[in-house]
């Protein structure tokens, strides 16, 4: 199992550093607006991975990528770009730390390529032969492109915003490391719940969890809207289409990942109806 999980892992580096050079190919031969680049870049990484994914039969090869795109877009407008860098070093610092603790929880859950996230395979079945017309589109292309939105604030954040450091790059860093800081804590709490509980029908109600039912997708949520805030201090206001990284995000998580999981926690787990009549979805007191 160990070997598999070793040699499925090496599979799916080899096929992110394809669509790594594929991406870095496109912007180094392109001459155009820097957003457009990592959108077409961006595209052409996904169509490697769908490529990998059709490889295995297995759609959750994509399943990293919504960690690994930020960090490599924050290091392409940086270096291409001609922004203040003590923000450019706050946003590293935002960034990184966000998408370390996002694939190590990947990496920490992922069985290997025998397992596919539920989520695709009760898509799979409804679709029947167009299951992978629909991969690529929904599950692969369609979160492609939720992350480019959700970059459109380190534009001005890295590459064109050259306002001084001000009270809102401090916000910005605060909600960017709280929000990381509570995902992690979300999922260490969900870990170790995991491996203690004696049904898979129990219902997790402690720690960060006691506080809503999603405190992982309110951290979500905090990042993007940290991104935004560091656009706005970069460009001195809100910078044109930028508001739609994070207005995406939220309608994402309110919309379609909320909504779908908690459809599941409920037939799958009887005590969940009244944990969610107890508990906020995503704040505490509000929503």
Not at 179 to 200: I, K, N, P, Q, V
Not at 225 to 247: C, D, R
Not at 252 to 262: A, C, G, K, Q, T
Request: aromatic letters at 14%.
């Amino acid at each position: 199992m160990q070997a598999n999980r070793r040699r499925d892992f090496g599979l799916i580096i080899t096929a992110y550093l394809a669509a790594i050079a594929a991406a870095w190919a496109t912007v180094a031969l392109l001459d155009l607006h820097p957003l457009v680049e990592l959108l077409i870049a961006d595209v052409l990484a996904t169509a490697v991975i769908f490529g990998f994914s059709l490889l295995t039969g297995n759609s959750s090869c994509y399943d990293p990528y919504w960690s690994v795109a930020p960090p490599l877009i924050v290091a392409y407008l940086i270096l291409a770009g001609d922004g203040n860098p003590a923000r450019q070093g706050l946003v590293a610092v935002v960034v990184g730390l966000w998408a370390v603790r996002l694939t190590a929880n990947w990496a920490y859950g992922w069985q290997g390529l025998d397992h596919e996230d539920w989520r695709y395979r009760d898509l799979a079945r409804t679709a029947g032969p167009w299951w992978w017309l629909l991969s690529f589109f929904g599950v692969h292309l369609f979160p492609t492109i939720l992350v480019w939105l959700g970059c459109l604030p380190l534009y001005p954040a890295l590459d064109t915003g050259r306002q001084p450091l001000g009270w809102l790059d401090a916000v910005a860093l605060a909600t960017g490391i709280g929000a990381t800081w509570l995902e992690y804590g979300a999922d260490r709490s969900l870990h170790l719940f995991r491996a203690s509980r004696s049904s898979a029908a129990e219902v997790l109600t402690a720690g960060v969890w006691s506080w809503c039912r999603h405190p992982n997708y309110l951290g979500e949520i905090g990042f993007w809207v940290a991104l935004f805030l560091f656009g706005v201090a970069g460009s001195g206001g809100v910078y044109p289409w930028s508001w739609l990284g994070p207005l995406c995000m939220v309608g994402l998580f309110l919309f379609v990942s909320i909504p779908l999981i908690e459809r599941k926690l409920v037939a799958d787990k009887p005590a969940y109806a009244q944990y969610r009549q107890r508990t906020r979805m995503l704040i505490p007191g509000l929503l």
